[in-house]
């Protein structure tokens, strides 16, 4: 129950720092859901059903450059993998903002190939769910064969997002690396995903 209640407490200094929803969620690596329960929870005596779900916690690999870096090798491996096995080569990492921005730009050093973001959506009040975008600031994404990183997907909804515009625009998704996968899927959007951890939830 300690977990739960560290969790409760930092999701409240998160909100009353200013953060919303989605970026509390992504800033504690849960789903929105879990987000609104906690804070709900924090509110209310009575013990409420949580949902189901994991948070991860990868800040002794975040706080060292030397660990990232490595993380970045062992990214690399993996999609390496899948492009040599599909004979399709990588002009482009994309990076997931904000925590997949650090990692993306390690892989795309070690790739030799070119780097853009992706901002994910910021929620609103009242608002409905809007789709991401590109950095302008970064290299352009139409007609390029490329790898998207991120740090942990969640529910996938972010990475459907990132891969339509992709497509969308030109551009071929060719893998998905991420940290953690708490979805378990071996795809996203038919674009073959590789994690470091994946989690499974036996119930």
Known sequence: MKNIENLIQKALELQASGLVTRQIA???????????????RAKKEEISTAPKDISVNWSSIGKSAYRMRHVGIAMCDMVLDTAEATGKDIDLV?????SGIPIASLVA???????????????HAGEARQKGAFSRNFAGIKNKKCV???DVI??????????AQLRSSGAKPVA??????KTGSDAISEVPVHALVRIVRVD
């Open 26 to 40: 992504d800033e504690l690596n849960v789903s929105r859901e879990t987000v609104t329960w906690l804070l709900t």
């Open 94 to 98: 994309v990076g997931v903002g904000l």
């Open 109 to 123: 050093d070690e790739l030799d190939t070119e780097l853009s973001v992706y901002h994910a959506y910021v929620e």
């Open 148 to 150: 998207i990183v991120d």
């Open 154 to 163: 969640t529910t996938g909804n972010t990475m459907n997002d990132v891969v």
């Open 176 to 181: 998905i690396a991420v940290l953690v996968d």
